[in-house]
């Protein structure tokens, strides 16, 4: 009797384990089905955000920057073409790449100001020579120019050369400025043929032929004989041809005129 009661109790606390069971197996369930309702209804409701907040206009674009050279006009033109997508879709590495098209824009910084402001900084190029005909140099050795009948008209030395020489001709010529300026005399032209001959230009128009080879070692050898001889009477020379191995040859104004 005592064996079929407690058989009795082992078959009833089973069947209350598989009930137990089976009631936590429905609530984990329930417990996942509530999660994945959350989740559905938080990504449906940043759905929804999302689109409002796409909606939201550019209410005002402001620029800053010093403005010498760059159109105002022309940027907002520029700019003008992508704000139809909204404030949050504007796409600010575009709107930079479209203003740095800009002859005079060096650089164009683009950011978001909450809730509905555009700002771009312009940092406007900076031309330290005038390359070739109507082309300008800029600190980086980047030939860029203006804009058709917009000469630049700034106090620049004139730097000409070969296709891809813009970097060494900026080297040269501050090296040369340099050599130079200790005896106070201006490096006002400097160019270098498709053959790689050099020719200078300094203060009253003098022309100085460096050739070829060296011609740094050449403007140094013509320094030398300027402070020799030729400081006094420097007002009427034309032309010092340093082509030659030790030497130098000298044309007077006097001469050129007569001939």
Do not use: C
């Not at 402070?227 to 130098?248: H, I």
Request: charged share 30%.
């Amino acid at each position: 009797m005592a064996a079929k009661q407690n058989r009795f109790k082992h078959s009833r606390g089973g069947e209350e384990k598989r009930r137990m069971g089976s009631r936590r197996e429905w609530g984990r369930i329930f417990n996942r089905l509530l999660l994945l309702s959350a989740a559905l209804g938080f990504v449906y409701g940043v759905e929804k955000l999302g689109e409002r907040l796409d909606g939201i206009p550019v209410e005002r674009v402001v620029f800053a920057g010093d403005l010498h050279h760059v159109n105002r006009e022309v940027l907002v033109e520029r700019v003008t073409s992508h704000l139809a997508v909204g404030y949050l879709g504007l796409d600010l590495p575009a709107i930079q790449a479209e203003l740095e098209q800009e002859p005079w824009v060096y650089r164009a910084v683009v950011e978001r100001l909450w809730p509905r402001e555009l700002k771009i900084t312009i940092v406007e190029e900076t031309p330290i020579a005038v390359w070739g005909r109507g082309g300008l140099l800029n600190h980086r050795g980047r030939i860029f120019e203006p804009e058709e009948g917009r000469a630049y008209r700034g106090d620049l030395p004139v730097l000409d050369g070969p296709e891809g020489s813009a970097l060494e001709m900026m080297r040269q010529y501050r090296l040369m400025s340099q050599l130079l300026g200790d005896e106070n005399l201006q490096l006002n032209t400097l160019e270098m043929s498709a053959r790689g001959s050099w020719t200078a230009r300094i203060e009253n128009d003098v022309e100085l032929v460096l050739g070829r080879q060296e011609p740094l070692e050449k403007l140094r050898r013509f320094l030398w004989v300027y402070r020799q001889s030729l400081a006094a009477d420097f007002a009427k020379v034309a032309r010092v041809d340093m082509r030659y191995v030790n030497g130098l040859a000298v044309a007077w104004a006097e001469q050129q005129n007569k001939g």
